[in-house]
Each structure stands twice: as C-alpha cells, then as structure tokens.
C-alpha cells in the first residue's frame, strides 16, 4: 500500500526528469514526422511543363536548352527527369501581363518545372502516368522530329500513334474528368530539327499528322479487342474515338471540344538555335 | 587508343566527355537501348548494381567495343568506347576509378534535384588516370615486379594511414614545405598581394635556403598572414601576441620560450623590423617543436583550397587522386565491418520503425525473403523459373540500398517494383498496328517509289499448339475489314494437314462473303518442298491482287534439328513481313526453350516478329507462359487466344497480363 502510494507520488511529482523527457519528445517528433513524410514531398508548388515525344526528338536537348540556354549532348533517355527553369527575360508569363512595366517582380524570372520523358516505346508510361496523376501541369509539349516525317514513312507512322494516344488520353480526362480535371489543356506540338533541309514545314507537319491519324484511329476502331476487355469482368464501353465522333477526318482543331487546345510550332534545339515561338506557349501557360 | 570516354546520366544528358576521334552517337544510344532498356545482352541488367566494369560484358557496336559500369544510386553512366580491335588491358580499371573520382568529387552535384548542370573540370583528373594506367601497362611489360609494387603499392600504404594524412612520400614531404616556404619568402619580401600561385620553386638553390629558414608548417601561414596585413606599425605587436595565444593554445609548454623570444625583439630598432623579425623567429621556433602536426594541417589545407579552384600541379593531382581512390577501397572493406554492439541495435529498432513509416533503406537480406515469395508467386503463375529469377534479380539490383517511401513496406516497394519490371519486359519498343502496316504495304503513298505487293504473314510453332485455328482466327479479323487473303498450306508433312486447312477456308467464306470478305486457298498436296510453295504463293497473290498473304506451317518440335534448320530457307524464300509463332499458354518450362530455338532458326538478321498465345481461356490467371517466352526473346507477344471461336482473338493488353500475374484487383 504504501509502496503504491510512494509509486503515484513519484508519477504525479514534477520531476524534472519526467519534464526533460516531455520537452525532448515535444521537440523531437515534429522533426521525425517531417523527416519521415515531408522530405519525399518535393516542390509541387511549382507550375510544370510535360515534355514528350518519341525517341530521338529532341526532347532532353530541349530540356538542356531551357535549362541552361545552350543545348548540352544527349543520348537516350531511361529516365524521366524534372528541372527548373525560369523564363527569359523577353517572355512574359500569362499571369503577369498586366502587370506594370516598372514592376520589380518582371525581373525575377516566373520559374516552372519541365519534366522530360524517355520516348522509348518501352519507357512512355512515365509521361502517360504523369499524364493521367498530374502535379500543377500547365501543358504539355509533343516535340517531334520533323525531318523524319516523309508520307509512308515509319518515322510519321510512329509519332502519329504516339500523338494519338496522348491526345485520346487527355480526352479521356477530359471528358470523365469531374472535380480533378482542369478547365482546359494545352499542347504545343513542336516540330524541331528545322535546321535539317529535309524538315517539314509547321504547316505540312500538321495536316500529315492529321492524315495519318484519321487512318489511325479508323484502323483502331476496326482493330481487335484489347484482352483486358470482355476477359475481365466488366466490358468498359470502349470509348476510343479521338476527336469528333463521326467525323469523317481528324483535324487537331476536334480537340477544342474537349478543352484541349492544339498548337503547332517550329524551331530547332541545334545550330543556331530558334525556340522563341516555343518559349513565348510556355510563358502563355505560366 | 581509346576512342571516347563518356559521363552521361540516365535522364541522357551527357556531364563529361572526351573524345579522341569521332564516333557515331548510334553507339551509346545502342548500348543504352540494347543494354539498358530492352535488355537484349545482359538479361535483368538495367541500371542495376555498381558492378565493376570488367563484370560488365562489353557491347559490341560495328568495330567498336563499349565497356560500361553505373553509378545506381546517382543514375550515372561510365561508358569507353575504343575499336574492338584493340586490346587495351587497363580499360576496366580506368573505367572503375573514374567513375570513383567522379562520384567522389561531384556527388554531391549529382544529387541536387532539379537541375542536369553539374560543374566540373574533370579533364586533369581524366588524363591523369589515363596517363598513369597507360603507362602503368607499358611498365608491366618491362619490369613487371617494380611497375607493380610502385604502382600499387603507393596508394596502399596511404590505406594504411589515416585517410586525411598525407602519403608519407619523401619526395611530397619537401614539395611541400618548399612550397609554403616559397609563400612565406615573398610575403617577408613585403610584397603582400602576391597570392600563392601554386607553383613550385624549380631552382634547388631557393629551395635550399627557404627551406634553411623556416621549414614549413602551421606558423609559417599565419607568418605570411600577419606579414601581409598592411598595417605593420600599429598592429604587429598585437598580432605577435595573438600568434603567441594561438601558439601557446597550440603547445603550452613551450611557453617559456615564447618569452625569452619577446626579450629579443625588444633590442630591434624599429617596429616594421621587429614585427617581420617576430615572425621569422616565431615561425622558426614553432616549427621545430610541432613539426608534424603543424606539416599535417598546413599541406592538406593548401590542398583542399586548390582543389575548389580547379588548378592544379600534375604530381600534387596524383596524390589526390591516390588518396580519393584508396580511401574508396578502404570505405568498401570498411563498410563491411562497421558498426559496435551499440551501433547496430540502435539501427535494429530504426529498421523496424521505419519498417512501418517508411524511409527504410532495403538491404539485400530484407529482400531476400521478400523476393522468394514473390518468386514463388511467379512460379505459380506458370512463370518459367529462369524468367522469375531473373525478374527478382532485377527488382533485387533496383532496390537495393533504396529508401521506401512514406508508409510504404518493404513489401509494396517490391510490388511496385515488380509490376514495373513486368510492365517494361512486356511492353514491346513500338506498338504494332497490323491493319495500318498492311496497308502501308497494299497501298503505298503516291509518294514513296515502292510497288503495291502482298504483306506476308507466317505462322511457325511446335504441333498441335494451334497454329491453323489462330491463322484462320487473324483471317477472319482481316476478312471482317474487306482484305483479300491468300491462305497458303505449307504443311506439306503432316497428313490431314491441308484438308483441315480446307475446311476452315470455307467456312470462313461462308461467314463472312455477306460482309464483302474474299479468302482463297493456296495448296501443291504433300511432299513438296514448303519454302519452294510459299514463294509462289507470294508471287500468285501478288499476281492476282491479294492484300495479305498468310503462310501455315508444318508443327515441328524446336529440337528436331532437321525440320528447325529448314525454316531458314522458308524465311528466305517467303520473306514474310510478319512471322508469328504460336506458343500454347499451357506450356509451362518448355516455354524458354521453345521461343529461343524458333527466334533462332531463320538465320541472321531474321528474327521472330511476335508471339500468340493460344488457350488462354483455359489457364485463367496462370498466364506465365507470355512472360517466359518474352524474357527468353524480347519478342512482344501480339496477340492471345481466347476461345473456340474465329472472334476470340485479342490483341495483348500489358495492363491485363500485368494483373493477372500480380493478382492486382480492379
Ligand atoms: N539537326 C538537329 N538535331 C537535333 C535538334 N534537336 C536535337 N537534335 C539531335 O537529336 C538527337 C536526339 O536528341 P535527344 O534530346 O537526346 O532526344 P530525346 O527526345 O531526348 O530522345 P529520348 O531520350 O530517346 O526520348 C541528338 O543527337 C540531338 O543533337 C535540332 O533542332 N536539329
Ligand atoms: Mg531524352
């Protein structure tokens, strides 16, 4: 009994023992919780760019343009890759457009993230991943290499299906889409390598990328189940019609619809570098 | 020589490069897709394990041979490109102690996020190496024993020291003090804005006398500190005191000393005398008595600020990179045997807290264990052993020494893992979209220069996998989209063959002349030769208009040597644009040796194009067998059968298959 009384006594007594140890795990584990689940979080506060493209288009190029205002060598990419960049001087984000000319914030550049993506075949879930679970993304860029683009070409055959699969994914999101779809989309399809004399025009870039996909989505639509239909429990109406439903040929203006806004542009990484028409989209969507 | 010598991460961007000739981009993009991405020479490989490079195998490009080691947890690739027809036999070496020099200096770049610049001046630290393993090679050849126990034994014995200290070299030990001699010399010149250039004092008559006057060491800095600062006549008898404080906090017992020096300088005229005086006599007496420990702290300082500028004298590189490499080597054996009693059971119950909030670092036995179930996992799915292991060899090398995430178990990290490993080998590098390939053959652009022909599909596998029922399958698919199709019977071997052949062709007209479809038969009985057959089927459906042309074959199994090696011949002769083999979803372990032997037997340059696989309606979510066959091949798998029926046939859905095999719910 009295040894149970001696006990309470000592618990309930202001020990400074029992005070120290109050005050080190009341300093301590506001540092554990943030070690342990707030540093993985990076900076998602900041606005990003979704670079993509097939394998050899330029994208990393791009990237390294961006980033440090001449191009460094490149090789394939296995790995998605995110860096900051901020505006150049001469182009003015959307957001700060009317802002006074004297004001001091034009001079801090409007800073944003590019996220570059492999373009192996074998590698593009990561831009569609990013895609369909997005962090802040104010647009998307399909770069494409414009001197590879010839009529029956393989090289046209390869990034219309790409685009196709990019443009139906973004419709797909946008058009389910509830709470979590933004307002509207921008892709910029930026036809690089004009430097080469064998690059298509922007113009020419754009209607052969129509033709093809309207060939494209046509052969999808005659195409095989997919396995995962009908093997599986639920049959998920396939909804994979890109663009106008019934519409006899595919042109990018069909993605306004869905809020997606289609651009075309051209530039080069390389040589005299000429990425203004690129970097003026970007600023737009910041 | 060594043609090119590459610092490139896996995001692509290359950080280093020295290139003593040109050499085509293709090759690195080829080891990277080859070797990393689709896996085609070193199964499971990816940016896995920092294995040496002399593990690595080396890639062959054209005349060139790469050799390549990673950094896994800075995503950085080492690559040497020379002509394969060299033998260079320190290239492993230079390949591993570079990337050891670079890891070690700009590491800490490296981890920086978001950003691909990493400042480097890397060509001194290259050359040296370059020069030191050339010549290191030649040596050998001459005076093998002495080359070596120079070579190898320099670095060694700084091994043993501590890691800080310099390498107890006689020829650096003078090097050095003459060069903060040659400092001190200048600056008692009273010229104080000379800043130490880093050069060393070539006349051995400087040498000499700097060194007679102050050998060097801790004091002959603040010396030279004190002798530069502009104000003499005011400040030198504080700073004197300072140095004296300093000193005396430094060794305290030379305290008596320092006063008898204080008696002296009062006999000096005047104050800028006796403060230069001071400290040439500080300097001196100093030294003699703390000598090691004043040498030790001055040498590595000079040391480490040179380093941050970037210039550097050859020899005093050298020892740098010695001791970066060797205190390497010690980290590695040392790893091994760290950590007390104390040490290890605080990081027990870290591991186990972190085991369930995250921010684990998985080792190699937490995985272990892990692996085998999932491991076992596969082997019930029908995975073929040799597949499993190499998918949890790749997760094994992925993980290692990576950190969960938040609340993430070592277990869903391997899930997650795992279902991206099955998620890369399955996918296939470009997608197929047969119908959009036939056209492209049955009617080319205007304006490309080729000529309409038939696109050509064969079909090869060993018997009864069902190799007329998926042709007759693909032609009904075909037939529904209004092409005209050839089917051509080159089972010229087994009886019954091409009557069942038959009776499948009409039935297909049957179902499908309403809807606009045209399906012939192409048959020449039994015995003749079927690569002879097929190419004049090929040239009567091109004479008659056909849009494909599909090919069945006689089942054959893959080790029958006789029959395998005549595919060679009928892949020349046909020239499928397609050749597809059907493997049956039941097979289990054959799989792998199957799909290797067919992929094989149409002679180089030929391979496989895609898998179907048949039956799996029967083998529900044991669906193993495509995993296997693509592991064995990196052929993708195209289409899966599903039924009895001409319309159960689908194209292949790696998000299906993936689910299936990791039993993920939708
Ligand atoms: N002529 C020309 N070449 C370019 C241009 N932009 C990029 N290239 C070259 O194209 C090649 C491929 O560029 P990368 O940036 O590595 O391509 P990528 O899109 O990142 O490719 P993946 O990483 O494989 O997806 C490099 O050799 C570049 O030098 C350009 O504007 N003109
Ligand atoms: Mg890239």
């Known amino acids: 009994m009295v040894i149970a009384k001696d006990w309470v006594l000592a618990l309930l007594n202001p020990s400074p023992l029992g005070l120290a140890v109050a005050i080190v795990l009341a300093l301590t584990i506001p540092l554990f919780l943030h070690t342990f689940i707030f540093r993985a979080s990076g900076l998602v506060s900041l606005p990003s760019i979704l670079l993509l493209g097939p394998s050899g288009s330029g994208k990393t190029s791009l990237l390294t343009l961006f980033e440090r205002g001449a191009n460094a060598s490149t090789h394939t990419s296995q790995s998605p890759i995110a860096v900051e960049c901020s505006l150049p001087v001469g182009a003015i984000a959307r957001t700060d457009k009317y802002r006074s000319m004297n004001d001091p914030t034009n001079l801090t550049h409007k800073k944003f993230l590019l996220l570059d993506t492999p373009g192996h075949g074998k590698l593009r879930h990561h831009a569609l991943e990013t895609i369909t679970n997005p962090q802040n993304l104010k647009g998307v860029i399909f770069l494409l290499d414009a001197a590879n683009m010839a009529a029956g070409d393989e090289g046209l055959r390869q990034t219309a299906g790409y685009l196709h699969d990019v443009l139906l994914l973004l419709q797909k999101r946008m058009s389910n889409g509830t709470s979590k779809a933004p307002k509207e989309m921008a892709i910029l399809i930026a036809a690089n390598k004009m430097d080469l004399f064998t690059a298509l025009p922007a113009a020419l870039v754009k209607s052969s990328l129509e033709t093809e996909i309207t060939k494209l989505r046509v052969s999808r639509s005659k195409g095989l189940l997919d396995s995962g239909v009908n093997m599986g429990d639920d049959g998920e109406d396939n909804d994979d019609w890109l663009g106008e439903m019934g519409s006899k040929d595919f042109k990018l203006s069909q993605m306004e619809e869905f809020n997606i806004m289609v651009e075309v542009a051209c530039g080069n990484v390389t040589g005299n570098a000429n990425v203004e028409k690129w970097w003026k989209w970007v600023g737009d969507r910041l | ?666």
């Open chain 2, 1 to 666: 020589m060594l043609d090119t010598f590459e610092i490139l991460t896996t995001s692509g961007v290359v950080l280093w490069s020295r290139s003593f000739s040109t050499i085509s981009p293709a090759i690195i993009n080829g080891l990277i897709t080859n070797v990393f991405i689709e896996e085609r020479t070193l199964p499971g490989a990816g940016i896995a394990d920092d294995v040496s490079a002399a593990n690595n195998p080396p890639y062959k490009h054209d005349q060139h041979t790469v050799k390549w080691t990673t950094s896994k947890e800075l995503g950085v690739i080492f690559v040497a490109v020379y002509r394969s027809l060299l033998h260079l036999s320190w290239i492993d070496k230079l390949v591993d102690n570079i990337k050891t020099l670079f890891v070690d200096l700009y590491g800490d770049q490296l981890r920086k996020p978001h950003t691909t610049v990493v400042k480097c001046h890397f060509d001194e630290y290259f050359d040296q190496q370059l020069q030191e393993l050339e010549k290191s090679a030649i040596n050998k050849d001459i005076k093998v024993a002495e080359s070596t126990a120079f070579l190898e034994k320099a670095p060694a014995s700084v091994a043993g020291e501590l890691r800080d200290e310099p390498p107890p070299l006689p020829g650096l030990l003078s090097r050095g003090q003459s060069k903060n001699n040659y400092n001190d010399l200048t600056s008692n010149d009273s010229s104080p804005a000379r800043t130490p250039s880093g050069s060393r004092p070539s006349t051995p008559a400087g040498h000499l006398l700097t060194g007679k006057a102050n050998p060097g060491g801790k004091t002959s800095r603040r010396a030279r500190k004190a002798a530069n600062t502009p104000t003499y006549a005011s400040s030198g008898e504080e700073s004197g005191a300072k140095k004296n404080r300093a000193a005396k906090a430094a060794a305290p017992k030379k305290g008596r000393r320092w006063d008898a020096d204080g008696l002296a300088d009062e006999d000096s005229d005047t104050p800028l005398d006796y403060s230069t005086h001071a400290n040439d006599a500080t300097s001196g007496e100093e030294d003699g008595t703390t000598r090691p420990g004043g040498m030790e702290e001055v040498d590595q300082e000079t040391w480490g600020s040179r380093t941050k500028k970037g210039q550097f004298v050859l020899k005093d590189l050298d020892d740098q990179v010695h001791s970066i490499l060797s205190s390497a080597d010690t980290k590695k054996v040392g790893s091994a045997t760290s950590g007390g009693l104390v040490g290890s059971s605080i990081s027990a119950i870290g591991g186990l807290f972190r085991n369930v909030v995250g921010g684990k670092e998985l080792t190699k036995e937490d995985l272990d264990k892990d692996l085998k179930v999932v491991e076992d996992h596969l082997l019930r799915k029908n995975v073929a052993r040799e597949a499993a292991i190499r998918l949890c060899e790749g997760v094994e090398r992925e993980l290692i020494g990576v950190k969960t995430g938040s609340f993430e178990s070592p277990q869903a990290r391997i899930q997650t893992a795992m279902e991206a490993s099955l998620k890369k080998i399955l996918t296939p590098t470009s997608s197929l979209d047969l119908l959009r390939e036939i056209d492209a053959v049955t009617s080319p652009s205007s304006l490309s220069l080729t000529k309409r022909r038939p696109y050509v599909i064969s079909i090869v596998g060993v018997n009864g996998v069902g190799k007329s029922t998926n042709l007759s399958k693909i032609c009904f698919f075909l037939l529904q989209n209004k092409y005209k199709v050839l089917v051509v019977a080159c089972d010229t071997f087994r009886s019954g063959a091409v009557e069942q052949l038959a009776v499948h062709v009409r039935n297909l007209k049957e179902l499908t002349t309403r809807e606009g479809g045209v399906v012939e038969l192409y048959q020449k009985g039994y015995g003749k030769d079927a690569a002879n057959v097929a190419k004049d089927a090929v040239a009567f459906g091109a004479q008659e208009g056909f849009d494909v042309v599909l090919i069945d074959t006689a089942g054959r199994r893959h080790n029958d040597q006789r029959l395998m090696s005549s595919l060679e011949k009928f892949a020349k002769f046909a020239q499928p644009d397609k050749i597809l083999m059907v493997g049956e979803a039941l097979v289990g372990t054959d799989s792998v040796a199957q799909a290797r032997n067919f992929d094989a037997a149409f002679g180089a340059g030929r391979r496989l194009d895609g898998f179907i696989i048949s039956k799996c309606d029967t083998v529900g979510d044991m669906v193993g067998t495509l995993v296997s066959m693509v592991h064995a091949t990196n052929v993708p798998v195209l289409f899966v059968g599903v039924g009895q029926h001409y319309n159960d046939l689908r194209t292949f859905s790696v998000k299906w298959a993936v689910e299936k095999l990791l039993d993920i719910k939708k």
